[in-house]
């Protein structure tokens, strides 16, 4: 089965699925961290989604594409850190830090393995230069 979308790669709703449970989890932060740990983690477990789409549109270029992977990477640590803050902070159960560093991990795996094996993934096109093959 050819894949069409970054939204049919299984890291891609993993992801996806991180990013809507940090958002419900830390709708429960106090106010107090509205604009620090709660904005932070919620951008930070966005961007891995974000930045898959965008490398998924990048495919064409294996550097592009292995950089946005990159970005996914280092926002999914991120991301974890973040929910390291929250349980040390007590605004989550430590159940709840175990489930969701667990999908950060798989996540980082994931994206590992497509960062050390991008050709499966990347596009690739018999004419160097397409858009002037017909001037």
Same mark, same amino acid.
């Given at each position: 089965m050819q894949i069409r979308s970054a939204k049919e790669l299984i890291v891609y709703q993993k992801a996806y699925q991180l990013a809507m449970e940090v958002f419900r989890i830390s709708k429960l932060?106090?106010?107090?961290?509205?604009?620090?740990?709660?904005?932070?983690?919620?951008?930070?477990?966005?961007?891995?989604?974000?930045?898959?789409?965008?490398?998924?549109a990048k495919r064409r270029y294996k550097a592009h594409f292995i950089s946005k992977l990159t970005d996914c990477d280092g926002e999914n640590s991120e991301t974890e850190t973040s929910l390291d803050f929250a349980r040390d902070c007590g605004y989550i159960p430590e159940q709840e830090h175990i489930k969701l560093t667990g999908l950060c991990s798989e996540i980082g795996k994931m994206l $590992?393995?497509? =960062?050390?094996? #991008?050709? $499966?993934?990347? =596009?690739?096109? #018999?004419?160097?230069?397409?858009?002037?093959?017909d001037l």
């Open positions: 932060f106090p106010p107090e961290e509205r604009y620090a740990l709660t904005s932070q983690v919620r951008r930070s477990s966005r961007s891995i989604c974000l930045n898959l789409r965008e490398a998924w $590992g393995r497509m =960062i050390q094996k #991008p050709t $499966g993934f990347i =596009i690739s096109h #018999p004419d160097p230069c397409p858009l002037t093959s």
